[in-house]
Structure formats: C-alpha cells, structure tokens
T-cell receptor
C-alpha cells in the first residue's frame, strides 16, 4: 500500500492554464507538506499544514494555493501557470512537525 | 551563502570502496539533522538521522559536529545499489521545515 500518493505523476500543460495536484497519505499523520524540486535539483519547502491549518508559507507566489480538506489530503492548485513553474512537486507527511517526513513519488510538471 | 552546503560530486568509486560525504550548515539554531537518499527521478527517502554522539546503521556511519556546524556520512564497502544522490538535511523545527543541501551524487562502479 502506498503511504503517500500523488496524482497525476506527470502533468504537461500550456502557460496560463490552471492545474491541480492531489496528495493523500494513509499514515494517519497530522502534518503534510509541499516541496518543489527545480531543474538544479534543489528541494525547497513551499507549504506545511498541521491538522489542516497552514503553518508554513515559504514566500510562494499567491498563484499557488494549497487546500487541506482533511488531515489525510493536501492538494495544490496553481493558477496562471508560468514556464518557471516547471519542476517536480513532492508532497510529504509526518506524524507531527518534528517527526520523520515521508515523501510521495512526485509530480513532474512541465509548462510549455 | 547556502543554508546547507554539500559537494555536488559526482563521486565515482569502485565496489567495496569507502566513501565520505561532508556537509556544512549555516544556522546554529538547527535542531535536527538527517541524511536522505534520492534515486534518479524518485522521491527522497530517509537514510538515517544524525545524532551528536554519532550513529551507525550497518555500513553507514553519520557524525555531527555542532561546534563546527558540520555533518558527515561514511559509507563502507560500497555496493552498486548505493549509487544515488545523498541529501544532507537540516530541520529548524519551525513548522517542520526541512532545509536540503543540493545533494552529492555517488556512482559505484563494478
């Protein structure tokens, strides 16, 4: 059983479009995260949610809007996609904010 | 200056070799430390946590020097399956924010 899952795995879209990436964890964790890995392979945190409440927003453009309908889900909606948004987006979860983070398989977003 | 710095490599070593990776971090308030492993086009996976007293897990040994803000990972008897990118990671315990180094690429050859 997949612990942290993301859909879709690949996403190719045109500039200006709006798209969403979904994340689900079946570990019973309280905390979920979104990270971005760019072409230079740097992994950077974007958001973290604890018990559905936003606790980190790392200076991400407001075109990016996370939504946590419940503790097991953290979705990422991106408006008006730009070329620079092309990256791999990883969702992660942890039992609490101090515990080990487990990553999903990633969503490779390509903006044309 | 990057918050977490690593030598990007690549390190090309023969099977059976011992290889060491180093990492420095800039924020002395950092609370916890990890090594993650990332295979090509896959998600990062926790390899081991790093404790001040040093810790070992099979062929892997991690060390932390808080005074020098330096973390290391030693891999003994390298296997082909160790080929991956090794990520040095620091946690400030601020909302679970992990700070990743750029990773060190290891390639183990037969």
């Amino acid at each position: 059983d997949t612990a942290v899952s993301q859909t879709p795995k690949y996403l190719v879209t045109q500039m200006g479009n709006d798209k969403s990436i979904k994340c689900e964890q079946n570990l019973g964790h309280d905390t979920m995260y979104w990270y971005k890995q760019d072409s230079k392979k740097f992994l950077k945190i974007m958001f973290s949610y604890n018990n559905k409440e936003l606790i980190i927003n790392e200076t991400v453009p407001n075109r990016f809007s996370p939504k946590s309908p419940d503790k097991a889900h953290l979705n990422l909606h991106i408006n008006s996609l730009e070329l620079g948004d092309s990256a791999v987006y990883f969702c992660a979860s942890s039992a609490t904010i101090t515990d080990t983070q487990y990553f999903g398989p990633g969503t490779r977003l390509t903006v044309l | 200056r990057k918050e977490v710095e690593q030598d990007p490599g690549p390190f090309n070593v023969p099977e059976g070799a011992t290889v060491a990776f180093n990492c420095t971090y800039s924020n002395s308030a950092s609370q916890s430390f990890f090594w993650y492993r990332q295979d090509c086009r896959k998600e990062p996976k926790l390899l081991m946590s790093v404790y001040s007293s040093g810790n070992e897990d099979g062929r892997f040994t991690a060390q932390l020097n808080r005074a020098s803000q330096y973390i290391s990972l030693l891999i003994r008897d390298s296997k082909l399956s160790d080929s991956a990118t090794y990520l040095c990671v620091v946690n400030y315990n601020q909302g679970g924010k992990l700070i990743f180094g750029q990773g060190t690429e290891l390639s183990v050859k037969p």
